[in-house]
T-cell receptor, first 113, second 117 residues
Framework: EDQVTQSPEALRLQEGESSSLNCSYTVSGLRGLFWYRQDPGKGPEFLFTLYSAGEEKEKERLKATLTKKESFLHITAPKPEDSATYLCAVHPMTTDSWGKFQFGAGTQVVVTP | NAGVTQTPKFQVLKTGQSMTLQCAQDMNHNSMYWYRQDPGMGLRLIYYSASEGTTDKGEVPNGYNVSRLNKREFSLRLESAAPSQTSVYFC????????????????FGQGTRLTVV
């Protein structure tokens, strides 16, 4: 069964204290892995898509990487405005999984000044 | 450019009542989705529509029906609401097209907070 697990569940950081979030997945083939940011009371907002192992993408203080079993979202020198819940999702390769993205439970990040 | 618009934003229903959640997108996307989000469980797919006139069950379809009215609109109906359907519901759309890998990220609406008492 396809599964997406994010860790840790919650992360409290001091401003400037870099850290990494983990998304591990077990799927029968991977079409793509996605990272989203969700602020309280709002819908998820797209950050990155990764398609193959070894791929990396960056946006401001965020960098996403992908291996065959997991993805990391690195937050470098975070600021309070980086506080949010970060969601990971996978698009499995099987025929009957087309369009059926599977989400992890998310990591809630709080960055304090 | 409004993106994905959901109505209503909040709703309280009594057990057994019915209602329809509305969703519209203005990005000319082919694919549309309905998810529910519960604490500690992440987003779970209720239904997916690859194009106008087609729908497919997701992980948690029981108790729900959907209608892809046209390319823009995708509605979710609760025929007889139950307390277990208390949740936050999100509609999303993407330019996902079968056989093409890119442009498959989803754009989400602001959500509908539904409470069934």
């Amino acid at each position: 069964e396809d599964q997406v697990t994010q860790s840790p569940e919650a992360l409290r950081l001091q401003e400037g204290e870099s850290s990494s979030l983990n998304c591990s997945y077990t799927v029968s083939g991977l079409r793509g892995l996605f990272w989203y940011r969700q602020d309280p009371g709002k819908g998820p907002e797209f950050l990155f898509t990764l398609y193959s192992a070894g791929e990396e993408k960056e946006k401001e203080r965020l960098k996403a990487t992908l291996t065959k079993k997991e993805s990391f979202l690195h937050i470098t020198a975070p600021k309070p405005e980086d506080s949010a819940t970060y969601l990971c999702a996978v698009h499995p390769m099987t025929t009957d999984s087309w369009g059926k993205f599977q989400f992890g439970a998310g990591t809630q990040v709080v960055v304090t000044p | 450019n409004a993106g994905v618009t959901q109505t209503p934003k909040f709703q309280v229903l009594k057990t057994g009542q019915s209602m329809t959640l509305q969703c519209a997108q203005d990005m000319n996307h082919n694919s549309m989705y309905w998810y529910r989000q519960d604490p500690g469980m992440g987003l779970r797919l209720i239904y997916y529509s690859a194009s106008e006139g087609t729908t497919d069950k997701g992980e948690v379809p029981n108790g729900y029906n959907v209608s892809r009215l046209n390319k823009r609109e995708f509605s979710l109906r609760l025929e007889s609401a139950a307390p277990s359907q208390t949740s936050v519901y999100f509609c999303a759309s993407s330019d996902l097209i079968r056989g093409r890998v890119n442009d498959d990220e989803a754009f989400f609406g602001q959500g509908t907070r539904l409470t069934v008492v």
